[in-house]
């Protein structure tokens, strides 16, 4: 399986801010997607990042809260854009290689003050 | 509304306790079924894929199946090493590589 990186691996941040968050792949894969795991609670997709073309979105996520970036086939960027305390969550990158399973990454954990 | 149901929420278990864990999912048109093994402050780890009913996949002290409704994850004769939150995810054939994930189950295996 691919080896996954994301930076940063936690951060603290004050409200009003942004925050971008990195996902680097050893490996070029189809697919890269999102995700958000508030505290205590299981894992949600925000969008699925598309190499060539813009992100696609879930229900209650959007492009302005949530800018997704995907310049090649190893690399994406999500950005957390106007903070507020209900963004504390811990953001994770997953990749798919062409099958079905997704790997994540180890997650980048937010803290918004 | 597709859901994906796991129970129990928490178990703990002795040192070579065997148990199963339940997830149980109505969605339609079920392209896979995904478990998944998470340890604090990590991200989820690959455990195993079912696609069709009556399948099973083992691994170690792992035994994943599945029917029509519902998934199970029979840990036997577990370790203190295989205490995680373990994640079970659906992804339906309509809904491209998707995956809609239960609430989890942890497991805290005492020696």
């Known amino acids: 399986s691919a080896v996954i990186s994301q930076k940063p691996s936690r951060d603290i941040c004050q409200r009003g801010t942004s925050l971008t968050i990195q996902c680097q792949v050893d490996?070029?894969?189809?697919?890269m997607f999102w995700y958000r795991q508030q505290p205590g609670q299981s894992l949600t997709l925000i969008a699925t990042?598309?190499?060539?073309?813009?992100?696609?979105?879930e229900s209650g996520f959007v492009i302005d809260k949530f800018p997704i970036s995907r310049p090649n086939l190893t690399f994406s960027t999500l950005t957390v854009s106007n903070m507020s305390p209900e963004d504390s969550s811990i953001y994770l990158c997953?990749?798919?290689?062409?099958?079905?399973?997704?790997?994540f990454g180890p997650g980048t954990r937010l803290t918004v003050l | 509304e597709d859901q994906v149901t796991q129970s129990p929420e928490a178990l703990r278990l002795q040192e070579g306790e065997s148990s199963s864990l339940n997830c149980s999912y109505t969605?339609?048109?079920?392209?896979?079924l995904f478990w998944y093994r998470q340890d604090p402050g990590k991200g989820p780890e690959f455990l195993f894929t079912?696609?069709?009913a009556g399948e099973e996949k083992e691994k170690e002290r792992l035994k994943a199946t599945l029917t029509k409704k519902e998934s199970f994850l029979h840990i036997t004769a577990p370790k203190p090493e295989d205490s995680a939150t373990y994640l079970c995810?659906?992804?339906?054939?309509?809904?491209?590589?998707?995956?809609?994930f239960g609430g989890g189950t942890r497991v805290l295996v005492k020696p």
């Open positions: 995810a659906v992804q339906q054939r309509a809904a491209g590589n998707k995956l809609t």
């Open positions: 990042a598309n190499q060539g073309s813009e992100a696609t979105y």
């Open positions: 079912l696609y069709s």
């Open positions: 997953s990749v798919s290689g062409g099958t079905d399973t997704q790997y």
């Open positions: 969605v339609s048109g079920l392209r896979g």
């Open positions: 490996s070029q894969v189809t697919m």
